[in-house]
Every structure is written in structure tokens, then in C-alpha cells.
């Protein structure tokens, strides 16, 4: 009869399971066929389109499949200088933004936490700018910075910071909201310095809103071309890869090499991200 009981719950755990499998399956089935749809075909599509070859009987804009890997070698050649101003403009916007969105986040995590009215006055007015078009922004800076600083490194950086500081403050914020304070009373009991309390304790515990924040920063950064454009802050000498990346895609009509262009950016934010979340140890932490 114990047996019987025995065998009558494993079957019950067995099933279990497996009913649970399948509603996780059909829970995750929308999110999954999302993901193929507007990610992984696109994508498909874009390698492909990248190593396609020049129709010879066609005109401007025409191209036959092909396995023309040629493509990203001539990418990389013609167009390496906008390829690393690009991540020279991302990684200097990144710094300064980091610098100015730390201590904002700070303000708004830590000194402000015992006074909740303040606190989501400060983090309306962070997220304030996203209530208005990314275009009309940048566009609005064209029109308040002299003439003879738009086009230049300046203006596209600052549009760079500007546009993109939520993207850093939000995770720096969330992660210095959930600082237990005592870790930071209990060193300055110990008579620690404030600097040393800042690098030994609220820093390495904030780590994970840093490093979000600088990642959801940095790579968009990396492909924008808003802020860059000629119609916006920037000029002939500022050209980034993404407003090379549209300028064949809609101007010129070279697929293969904006795609290839594409495939190029996407490769080395890969390194780049991967490089340094190992190096900032922060593999767990996010």
C-alpha cells in the first residue's frame, strides 16, 4: 500500500513538470517568435545583403547574392576614419557623461532618499527630455550654440552627452537607491576617510548601475548619426560611421557595403562590450 502511495506522488511530481513546461513554452512562444521576426531574420538579411555583388546588367542600386566577402575588407579600408571617430566621440561622450551622471545619481539615490518628493521631482526632471522628439533636441542645440562651435567635435560630443545622460543615470540611480547606508556608516566608524568609504564600499556596490549605464550609453553612441548629421551639429570633418551607414543605404544605394558597414559595428561593440564587462569584473553583476 506504501508503495502504491509511493507511486502515485512520483507520477504526480512527474507530471508536474511537465504541464509547467508547457506553460512556460506557450508563455515564452510570443516573446520568441518577436525575437526571429525583428531580430534574427533582419539579421539574416543583413549578412546576406552585405556580401552580395554588383549587378552587371543593372543599375544604381542593383545586386545579385554572391559570397562577396571582399565587402568588409573595403569597408574597413575606405571608411576607418569615420569607423574610429566614431568610438573616439562614443568613448569621450561616455567619460563626461559618466562623470556628470554618477554624481547626479548619487543626489538622487542618497542624499535626497529621506525626502521622496524631492527625490521624484529630480528624477522627473531626468527623464523630462525624453517627453520631446530625439530630433528636436538635437535640433534645438543647433540653434543655441554659436555658430562657429556647430559642425564642430564640441557640438557633436555635447549632443552626444546630452541626449544620451538618462540612458546612465536611470541604472546608476536604481543601484544607488538599494545602498544599504549602514555599509557606509559602518566605514566611517571605522574611521575611514570619505574617499576611502566612496572606493572600498559605495563604488564596488554600485558597479552594476555603472557599468549598465555606460553600456546603454556608449553603444548607441557608437552608431548614432543624428547628432553627427550636417542638418544637425555636425559637419564635413565629423562624420561618424552611422551617417555613412545611411548615406548608402539611402543616398547612394551601395547595400553591400552598408550592410557590411553594419556587420563591422556590430562586431566590434561585441568585443568592445565583452572586453569590458571581463575587465570591470562585472560578468555577475549584471
Known amino acids: 500500500m506504501a508503495m502504491t502511495a509511493f507511486s502515485a506522488n512520483a507520477k504526480s511530481v512527474d507530471q508536474?513538470?511537465?504541464?509547467?513546461?508547457k506553460i512556460v513554452l506557450?508563455?515564452?512562444?510570443p516573446g520568441i517568435l518577436y525575437m526571429l521576426l525583428f531580430f534574427v531574420a533582419p539579421f539574416i538579411q543583413l549578412i546576406i545583403?552585405?556580401?552580395?555583388?554588383p549587378d552587371t546588367s543593372g543599375g544604381i542600386g542593383q545586386y545579385v547574392s554572391a559570397l562577396q566577402f571582399s565587402n568588409y575588407v573595403a569597408a574597413i579600408q575606405e571608411?576607418?576614419?569615420?569607423?574610429?571617430?566614431?568610438?573616439?566621440y562614443a568613448l569621450t561622450a561616455t567619460i563626461i557623461g559618466l562623470l556628470i551622471s554618477y554624481p547626479l545619481a548619487y543626489l538622487i539615490g542618497v542624499k535626497v532618499r529621506s525626502r521622496p518628493m524631492l527625490q521624484g521631482i529630480l528624477l522627473i526632471l531626468v527623464v523630462a527630455p525624453f517627453f520631446i522628439s530625439f530630433?528636436?533636441?538635437?535640433?534645438?542645440?543647433?540653434?543655441?550654440?554659436?555658430?562657429?562651435?556647430?559642425?564642430?567635435?564640441f557640438s557633436v560630443i555635447l549632443g552626444l552627452v546630452y541626449n544620451f545622460i538618462p540612458f546612465m543615470v536611470l541604472p546608476m540611480f536604481a543601484s544607488l537607491q538599494a545602498l544599504d547606508l549602514r555599509l557606509v556608516e559602518?566605514?566611517?566608524d571605522l574611521y575611514a576617510s570619505p574617499l576611502t568609504v566612496f572606493r572600498k564600499v559605495t563604488l564596488p556596490l554600485s558597479l552594476p548601475g555603472v557599468v549598465s549605464g555606460t553600456l546603454l550609453s556608449f553603444i548607441p553612441m557608437a552608431g548614432d548619426y543624428v547628432s553627427a548629421s550636417r542638418e544637425f551639429l555636425g559637419g564635413t570633418e565629423t562624420t561618424m560611421v552611422g551617417n555613412v551607414i545611411e548615406s548608402n543605404f539611402l543616398q547612394t544605394q551601395n547595400y553591400p557595403m552598408a550592410a557590411s558597414l553594419s556587420i563591422v559595428?556590430?562586431?566590434?561593440?561585441?568585443?568592445?562590450?565583452a572586453t569590458y564587462v571581463k575587465k570591470s569584473g562585472a560578468e555577475d553583476l549584471l
Open 79 to 88: 571608411y576607418w576614419p569615420q569607423i574610429l571617430r566614431s568610438f573616439i
Open 16 to 21: 508536474v513538470p511537465r504541464k509547467n513546461g
Open 49 to 53: 545583403t552585405s556580401l552580395q555583388a
Open 265 to 273: 559595428l556590430m562586431v566590434i561593440i561585441l568585443v568592445i562590450v
Open 26 to 29: 506557450a508563455l515564452l512562444a
Open 135 to 153: 530630433l528636436l533636441r538635437t535640433l534645438a542645440w543647433k540653434s543655441l550654440l554659436p555658430s562657429e562651435l556647430v559642425g564642430t567635435h
Open 186 to 188: 559602518a566605514g566611517t
